[in-house]
Nanobody, 123 residues
Framework: VQLQASGGGLVQAGGSLRLSCAAS??????MGWFRQAPGKEREFVGA????????SYADSVKDRFAISRDNAENTVYLQMNSLRPEDTAIYYC???????????????????WGQGTLVTVSS
């Protein structure tokens, strides 16, 4: 499985961005978004089950970010609204190939990772 993340960029605080993660192949997996800021560990942002029926979010982004997917296009999206300077990070998408009916937050449960896309939020 190859994952290609895109959509990052520079945005002012309060603005919005939409990240995309395109997956190769036909299989559909639970997908997660993680981020890593300079000098910090990689952290969970949110995830969606392979059916799209369940999502979960970190408390820090809940009510601001939303994950969706288009299984026909094998693409997962992360809509980010009301961005804050502390959202600045490299954002990664990842695939959890377990087909569980729920999402997981531990990055060690994700087998495949995209290359990351940089999001910079200016104050």
């Amino acid at each position: 499985v190859q994952l290609q993340a895109s959509g990052g960029g520079l945005v002012q605080a309060g603005g919005s961005l939409r990240l995309s993660c395109a997956a190769s192949g036909r299989a559909k997996y639970n997908m997660g978004w993680f981020r890593q800021a300079p000098g910090k560990e990689r952290e969970f942002v949110g995830a969606i089950t392979w059916t799209g029926g369940s999502t979960s979010y970190a408390d820090s982004v809940k009510d601001r970010f939303a994950i969706s997917r288009d299984n026909a296009e094998n693409t997962v999206y992360l809509q980010m609204n009301s961005l804050r300077p502390e959202d600045t990070a490299i954002y990664y998408c990842a695939a959890d190939v377990s087909y569980r009916p729920y999402t997981r937050v531990d990055p060690s449960n994700y087998s495949y990772w995209g290359q990351g896309t940089l999001v910079t939020v200016s104050s």
